[in-house]
């Protein structure tokens, strides 16, 4: 089955660091990228960046530059996306997606992992 | 990084047509794709590059582009049909963009 499986709930204190995961299944890995997209509590969606499977190339966006780390494991065929120096705004719903090879759309997504930062 | 704007809100009668838009400059160069998002769930693909549908997806959603402003249209929409949708694109530095959203209601 074509699937993306991420980690589940992560409740963290301000100035932590939080890791989702996103176990890929059912399609070659290597072959597409990985996006992470994310949505406040009642907002929109917001592109946090991609990585490269095949080479490990990432883009990450403005907002989140210089605090996130996107990564992956092709043996175990996973995607992570780590986020330090958490605050309150950070907490969201974290969705990773598979990136089609023909250009900027999602055709497959994660659950979704809730990160609630809180004090 | 550039944006996207979408109308908040617009409703539609049940089997009659709706159209939902998005506005941005980097539309004029690079194509929209649409997504589906219900109550606690991930989002689904209905349109990709501007008016293609994927596997599965009912052909009562079409998409269409014109200038800056790209379109989602459901021409008999269902009760199923009521969702938030976003639309995305990217812009010439190759930062990924999505739309502001629009809360689709049927009637």
């Known amino acids: 089955q074509v699937q993306l499986v991420q980690s589940g709930v992560e409740v963290k204190r301000p100035g932590a660091s939080a890791k989702v995961s996103c176990k890929a299944s059912?399609?070659?890995?290597?072959?597409?990228?990985i996006t992470w997209v994310r949505q406040a509590p009642g907002q929109g969606l917001e592109w946090m960046g991609w990585?490269?499977?095949?080479?490990?190339?990432?883009k990450y966006g403005q907002k989140i530059q210089g605090r996130a780390t996107m990564t992956t494991d092709t043996s175990t065929r996973t995607a992570y996306l780590e986020l330090r120096s958490l605050r309150s705004d950070d907490t969201a719903i974290y969705f990773c997606?598979?990136?089609?090879?023909?250009?900027?759309?999602?055709?497959?997504w994660g659950q979704g992992t809730l990160v609630t930062v809180s004090s | 990084s550039s944006e996207l704007t979408q109308d908040p809100a617009v409703s539609v009668a049940l089997g009659q047509t709706v159209r939902i838009t998005c506005q941005g400059d980097?539309?004029?160069?690079?194509?929209a794709n649409w997504y589906q998002q219900k109550p606690r769930q991930a989002p689904l693909l209905v349109i990709y590059?501007?008016?293609n549908r994927p596997s599965g997806i009912p052909d009562r959603f079409s998409g269409s582009s014109s200038g800056n402003t790209a379109s989602l249209t459901i021409t008999g929409a269902q009760a199923e049909d009521e969702a938030d949708y976003y639309c995305?694109?990217?812009?010439?530095?190759?930062?990924?963009?999505f739309g502001t959203g629009t809360k689709v209601t049927v009637l």
């Open positions: 997606a598979r990136e089609n090879n023909n250009g900027w759309y999602f055709d497959l």
């Open positions: 059912g399609y070659t890995f290597t072959n597409f990228a």
């Open positions: 990585i490269s499977v095949f080479t490990g190339d990432t």
């Open positions: 980097s539309l004029r160069s690079y194509s």
């Open positions: 590059h501007t008016s």
């Open positions: 995305n694109s990217r812009d010439s530095s190759g930062d990924y963009v």
